[in-house]
């Protein structure tokens, strides 16, 4: 079955750059969307069609895409950033779902 | 207000079934996708299932086909996972969750549940 990969973790200062990776084979084809997670509660939206913001979500949270790799970028962290991130795209087909192991973001 | 409530989670012996409501409010379920997702403690989101804004399509992950199925009750807009021949594994909280743009049946998640809790154990 289609798999999308992230690193388990990514650990940055307060005032720095997070940088959280999607890779998949089908991603060329498929959009990303990125949840964030707090231990407790449901996702939350942060980013969909790879670099497009909802409304609410700070401008510090941005996302990007090349070839098979789709990167989610928080700039500027915040202590209130730490939480456990999720991207979600679909295989080829678009019928069925994915979404990463999930990247824990540690703010030191 | 747009929103999801869950319910129906609880503890149930290895080999039993659990049906899962997710009773929506604020939007009709006739013009948008829904999918469960599921966490096992400790662990990731797995997405587990779809149904398509007209009712006409289910798609499930490999785990559970066969044993769970999707489905709707227009008239009390409400979406339900049924979940036969239950194991351990299907141990986790269980979200449903809505797709964003009306007569979409994928793409983002916008809106979703608190998460009910299903325990398999004996």
């Known amino acids: 079955s289609y798999e999308v990969t992230q690193p388990p973790s990514v650990s940055v200062s307060p005032g720095q750059t997070a940088t959280i990776t999607c890779s998949g084979d089908a991603l060329p084809q498929q959009y990303v969307y990125w949840y964030q997670q707090k231990p407790g509660q449901a996702p939350v939206l942060v980013i969909y069609?790879?670099?497009e913001r909802p409304s609410g979500i700070p401008e510090r949270f941005s996302g990007s895409s090349s070839g098979t790799m789709v990167t989610l970028t928080i700039s500027g962290v915040q202590a209130e950033d730490e939480a456990d991130y999720y991207c979600?795209?679909?295989?080829?087909?678009?019928?069925?779902?994915?979404f990463g192991g999930g990247t824990k973001l540690t703010v030191l | 207000q747009v929103q999801l409530v869950e319910s129906g989670g609880g503890v149930v012996q290895p080999g039993r079934s659990l049906r899962l409501s997710c009773a929506a409010s604020?939007?009709?379920?006739?013009?948008?996708?829904m999918h469960w997702v599921r966490q096992a403690p400790g662990k990731g989101l797995e997405w587990v299932a779809v149904i398509w804004y007209d009712g006409r399509k289910t798609y499930y992950v490999d785990p559970v086909t066969g044993r769970f199925t999707i489905s709707r009750d227009i008239s009390k807009n409400t979406v339900y996972l049924q979940m036969n021949s239950l194991r351990a594994d299907d141990t986790a909280v269980y979200y449903c969750a809505r797709s964003q743009d009306d007569y979409s049946n994928y793409g983002p998640f916008d809106i979703w549940g608190q998460g009910t809790m299903v325990t398999v154990s004996s």
């Open positions: 069609k790879d670099s």
């Open positions: 979600h795209s679909a295989d080829s087909s678009g019928i069925y779902v994915v």
């Open positions: 604020g939007f009709t379920l006739r013009t948008y996708g």
